[in-house]
């Protein structure tokens, strides 16, 4: 049954990235790399500049979002597929405090 296996927001079993955005140097196996207590210049050492960096003051963190959402939208192709997640929050000193590493499916 091809057409369950590429339902809508679904995991495209082919090409499972292919509604991820990607960071110029970002790559699943080099975000594995990533652990707990790295400063913020080990992380970009390592996986480069995020596309996204977010500052939530009220919780004194920094978010380096090295993946997005919709890059099928952004290429102009039509379909909506599951994407992979992959944040590094930092504490208030720079250092990994936190690694999210997940599908998502919104």
């Known amino acids: 049954m091809m057409g369950a296996i590429l339902t809508s927001e679904g995991i495209n079993v082919f090409s499972p990235y292919i509604d ?3 960071a110029p ?3 699943p196996e080099k975000f ?3 652990k707990v207590g790295q400063s ?3 992380v970009e050492a390592i996986v480069g500049k995020p596309l996204r ?3 939530d003051s009220t919780v004194q963190e920094t978010q380096y979002w090295y993946t997005m959402d919709s890059k099928l939208h952004f290429n ?3 379909g909506d597929f599951a994407w992979y997640v992959s944040i590094v929050y930092f504490d ?3 250092y990994v405090k936190n690694i999210v590493k997940q599908w998502a499916y919104d």
């Open 25 to 27: 140097q970002y790559s």
């Open 32 to 34: 594995e790399l990533i």
């Open 40 to 42: 913020i210049k080990d």
């Open 53 to 55: 960096k977010t500052i």
């Open 76 to 78: 102009k192709k039509s």
């Open 20 to 22: 991820t955005q990607f």
């Open 92 to 94: 208030s000193e720079g």
